[in-house]
């Protein structure tokens, strides 16, 4: 399964105990993503998928914000990992 391809990135430690961790739920959130853009590549006119993508994109944009803002090193590991953007160097 896709999950389990993810799941597989975080080290061993944060499995079982982090599962609330914003690295955690960037990284399920970035599972659905990718496979909501999937689906919606077939059934375009499922708006209400569309709107659920929006809903878990505009999530997963703030709790970026967040980490960015809290912790930058572990942000710039996060996004380079999962490949979502490009890190800011500044």
Known sequence: MVKNSFISLIPQEEKEENR?????Q????TNKIRR???HLEFHRK???S???LRKILGKRQRLL?????????????LI????IREPKTH
Do not use: H, I, M, P
Request: aromatic letters at 18%; a positive charge.
């Open 20 to 24: 609330g961790s914003v690295e955690f």
């Open 26 to 29: 960037v990284f399920s959130f």
């Open 36 to 38: 909501l853009t999937s």
């Open 46 to 48: 499922d708006y209400l």
């Open 50 to 52: 569309q709107r659920g």
């Open 65 to 77: 914000a967040y980490l960015s803002k809290k912790n930058r090193v572990r942000y710039n590991k």
């Open 80 to 83: 380079g990992r999962l490949d």
